[in-house]
């Protein structure tokens, strides 16, 4: 039986490589037959070339097989549309990696689930908000002087001053 949709698959980018015909039992071509390897080629390594060739997948689902499914799910987060903000998420992001390089207090723990919770407020809503900013100044406040000795500490202080202006 000569397969039809030879085309049809090579138009998507999912030609096999073989043309012909099927192999016996509902395999497609180059599925391997009795006493063939995988490619048909009768115990031989396949030939350079052959085979399943997908470019490139972008922005989908793929699914190969009679039994699978294919799930596409696409996230969009606002991110920071005003440049202060990126820039206060920046010196957030760095604050909690050096952070974590510090032995843990009571204080830096608090700093550290209020740079969370700032880091996720600008991610999804695009912007700190004044309260939230307040809130990171009183919490880099309690932490003492450990954070006024890291630079991104004092990148994440000036950014709040900026942005509450004061």
Request: hydrophobic share 40%; no cysteine; aromatic share 0%.
């Amino acid at each position: 039986m000569t397969r039809a949709d030879d085309g049809a698959d090579r138009r998507f980018g999912l030609g096999t490589g073989h043309g012909g015909d099927h192999a016996p039992g509902g395999a497609g071509p180059g599925a391997a037959g009795e006493g063939e390897t995988p490619g048909g080629t009768g115990g031989q390594a396949a030939p350079a070339g052959s085979g399943v060739h997908i470019g490139s997948v972008t922005s989908s689902a793929l699914n190969i097989g009679d039994h699978g499914t294919a799930t596409h799910v696409t996230h969009h987060h606002a991110g920071a549309a005003d440049p202060a903000q990126e820039e206060l998420l920046a010196a957030v992001r760095a604050l909690r990696t050096d952070l974590g390089r510090l032995v843990p207090t009571a204080g830096t723990d608090a700093l550290d689930a209020e740079l969370a919770r700032t880091e996720g407020e600008v991610t999804t809503a695009g912007a700190a908000s004044p309260g939230r900013l307040a809130r990171l100044r009183e919490a880099l406040g309690l932490a003492g002087a450990v954070t006024g000795s890291l630079a991104s500490g004092v990148a994440v202080a000036e950014s709040i001053a900026g942005l509450l202006g004061s």
